[in-house]
């Protein structure tokens, strides 16, 4: 089984960027569906986005769209979530989620679609 652990969580100012990571150990990261989430206080986790292993699948929210992207480099094991004119809203945990089974555009933000879950990443976005 893999195991995922994010980094590159901090604090930015509004409309600073930051890239963070999912490193997986334990199996190779291109066996596996990949989507990237957030949990801000007292609200659910969101799906943000999803990248298949074909790279068929691209998938980003509204609230993200546009400035967030997606990307894997399977030489390095690892998946990023580039983040660039962050704004207070952003902030949350982020997690990144993998999975071997397919999925789509219209299920790749749904928890329940991925067996493996990193720990979580903490992203303040304030001035």
């Known amino acids: 089984q893999v195991r995922l652990v994010e980094s590159g969580g901090g604090s930015v100012q509004p409309g600073g960027s930051l890239r963070l990571s999912c490193t997986a150990s334990?199996?190779?990261?291109?066996?596996?569906?990949i989507g990237w989430f957030r949990q801000a206080p007292g609200k659910e986790r969101e799906g943000i986005s999803c990248?298949?292993?074909?790279?068929?699948?691209?998938y980003y929210s509204d609230s993200v769209k546009g400035r967030f992207t997606i990307s894997r480099d399977n030489a390095q094991n690892t998946s990023y979530l580039q983040m660039n004119n962050l704004k207070p809203e952003d902030t949350a945990v982020y997690y990144c989620?993998?999975?071997?089974?397919?999925?789509?555009?219209?299920?790749?933000?749904?928890?329940?679609?991925?067996?493996?879950w990193g720990q979580g990443t903490q992203v303040v976005v304030a001035s």
């Open positions: 989620a993998a999975d071997a089974r397919p999925f789509t555009s219209a299920s790749c933000t749904r928890t329940s679609v991925y067996e493996y």
């Open positions: 334990g199996d190779t990261l291109d066996n596996y569906n």
């Open positions: 990248l298949s292993r074909s790279r068929r699948v691209v």
